[in-house]
């Protein structure tokens, strides 16, 4: 078990993880609600996507970035990814000393406070879609919403690839939408961090009739409150650089994260396993 003093533990920085670039959206969250806090960020590029494989895979590659970023002191960990949330939240707080939050959890929160019609739409990769894990959080909240869910496989390579305001992204989420839709949803969960970087092409296809649900939001307002109740919050008054990790293609991902955020990367270097 790791030992800080107070001070120290209080200036460690928050890890956020996910496949590849979708976590940026955490990220960005995070700096909007709590710029004072460091972030450490670790972007698995050279795995990406995961939401294709197999939960063994996943569970498996989950444990190797948390033990990277318990390894960096981070005083909490966020699973920015719906995917690793889904099928290895369990064993990532199994091993993990710091508090953990995950996507899912801060998705159906808001999922279950905003719908009003209680017909709830899930969008996610494969392995989330088909884990049932966003079903099983909402109707946990609120046995009467019904959830419609939608696997939307193309969605991550396209945002990996930049395509976010293509022709071709466009006509596959409204392919991917149409039976979603069809079941008069009036909230849709984004239920893949990859995602709220589609929300212009979400928005219109979705109409206005439908609420986006953004986890990366959601999990943002958690973190806030968790520092608050276990005293976590950092002492420094300036607001911290980030540091960000990938495990390939840097550049390609510091063009992304640089054009997301709005701002360069201070710190950005390749991890080797
Ligand atoms: N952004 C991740 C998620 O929230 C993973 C996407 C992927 O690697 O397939 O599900």
Redesign the pocket.
Known sequence: MMRYSVVDHNRAAIGVF???V??LTVVRALQKQLPLEKIIYFGDTAR?????KSPETITGYAGQITRFLLGKNVKMLIV?????SAVAYDSIALISPVPVLD?ISAGADAAARITRTKRVGVI??P??IQSDAYPRAIRGRDPEISVFSKACPLL?PLVEEGWLDHPATRLIVREYLAPVLVNSIDTLVL????YPLLEPVLRQEAGPEVMLVDSATSVAEKTALLLQEKGLQTPLSEPAAASFYVTDAPLRFQKTAETFLGRPLDHLEIVKW
């Open positions: 996910d496949s590849g979708g976590g990406v996507p995961y939401g294709v920015a990814c719906n995917t690793m996507v996610g990769t392995a989330t991550v239920g893949c961090t990859h």
